[in-house]
């Protein structure tokens, strides 16, 4: 990304992660000398200084988005891999024609194989990584559920007051609906790492974008809904 003091303008902006929560405030940029901007600093919530590559950082309007960093790799796995593996075919093409001689051919194509093997490795491994944190939103869903429980217990002996219960039944809801959205996007991504290894074409709904490409919209994601221990009881409208 080149340099442009107009980012600068969005020091003091609020930052939010791909699923609408709250990461810190943009504090400033770091610039190489030739122009690059490399990293941008963001104050955490808890008054913590964080710094990430500018590549996982998304400006839309007036909206700053922070990009998981697992995102940001496995856009650029998915747009890397078939390319090599399209100019493979191109070259393998072109001698195939008398193009270019054996030497060249082989050559190249043992750069392209060798390429391709450190690629597909390090999809390898971005799958491992993603499982995980598939696991962890998994868990935590679990520990969301297990407060809830709690929370409807505690309510209905008349231990947490109708306006606390309300406002902290939405919060755990609002959690719950954020951690789907987030697992239901690592999934979408294990599944085009995978598809992409065994040369297939990743499934995507109507209107979803190439994995890749651009970051998927989580917000025009049918997600899944949270589970069902979550409707165990209305929220109990508060008299006027």
Same mark, same amino acid.
């Given at each position: 990304?080149?340099?442009?003091?107009?980012? =600068?303008?969005?020091?003091?902006?609020?930052?939010?992660? *791909?699923?609408?929560?709250?990461?810190?405030?943009?504090?400033?940029?770091?610039?190489?000398?030739?122009?690059?901007?490399?990293?941008?600093?963001?104050?955490?919530?808890?008054?913590?200084?964080?710094?990430?590559?500018?590549?996982?950082?998304?400006?839309?309007?007036?909206?700053?988005?922070?990009?998981?960093?697992?995102?940001?790799?496995?856009?650029?796995?998915?747009?890397?891999?078939?390319?090599?593996?399209?100019? @493979?075919?191109?070259?393998?093409?072109? =001698?195939?024609?008398?193009?270019?001689?054996?030497?060249?051919?082989?050559?190249?194509?043992?750069?392209?194989?060798?390429?391709?093997?450190?690629?597909?490795?390090? *999809?390898?491994?971005?799958?491992?990584?993603?499982?995980?944190?598939? @696991?962890?939103?998994?868990?935590?869903?679990?520990?969301?559920?297990?407060?809830?429980?709690?929370?409807?217990?505690?309510?209905?002996?008349?231990?947490?007051?109708?306006?606390?219960?309300?406002?902290?039944?939405?919060?755990?809801?609002?959690?719950?609906?954020?951690?789907?959205?987030?697992? *239901?996007?690592?999934?979408?991504?294990?599944?085009?790492?995978?598809?992409?290894?065994?040369?297939?074409?990743?499934?995507?709904?109507?209107?979803?974008? @190439?994995?890749?490409?651009?970051?998927?919209?989580?917000?025009?994601?049918?997600?899944?809904?949270?589970?069902?221990?979550?409707?165990?009881?209305?929220?109990?409208?508060?008299?006027?």
């Amino acid at each position: 990304m080149s340099y442009n003091s107009n980012l =600068f303008l969005t020091i003091g902006k609020d930052v939010k992660d *791909a699923y609408g929560r709250y990461v810190g405030e943009i504090v400033s940029f770091a610039v190489k000398p030739n122009g690059i901007i490399e990293f941008i600093y963001i104050r955490g919530a808890n008054g913590q200084f964080l710094k990430y590559p500018v590549e996982s950082i998304r400006f839309n309007g007036e909206e700053v988005t922070l990009v998981p960093l697992i995102k940001v790799e496995t856009e650029k796995l998915c747009n890397l891999i078939p390319l090599i593996w399209r100019k @493979d075919q191109v070259l393998k093409e072109l =001698f195939e024609k008398n193009k270019i001689s054996p030497e060249v051919y082989e050559n190249l194509h043992a750069s392209f194989e060798g390429v391709l093997t450190q690629l597909k490795s390090e *999809a390898q491994n971005l799958i491992e990584r993603i499982k995980k944190e598939i @696991d962890r939103c998994d868990q935590e869903i679990y520990e969301l559920n297990y407060a809830l429980v709690h929370l409807e217990v505690e309510h209905e002996i008349g231990k947490v007051p109708d306006s606390h219960y309300e406002k902290t039944l939405a919060a755990i809801q609002d959690s719950l609906k954020k951690l789907n959205a987030e697992k *239901a996007d690592l999934e979408y991504m294990r599944s085009g790492i995978s598809n992409m290894l065994l040369g297939e074409t990743p499934q995507k709904s109507t209107g979803d974008e @190439d994995l890749g490409v651009k970051s998927k919209n989580v917000s025009n994601t049918i997600l899944p809904e949270p589970p069902a221990i979550i409707y165990v009881k209305e929220v109990r409208t508060s008299s006027a």
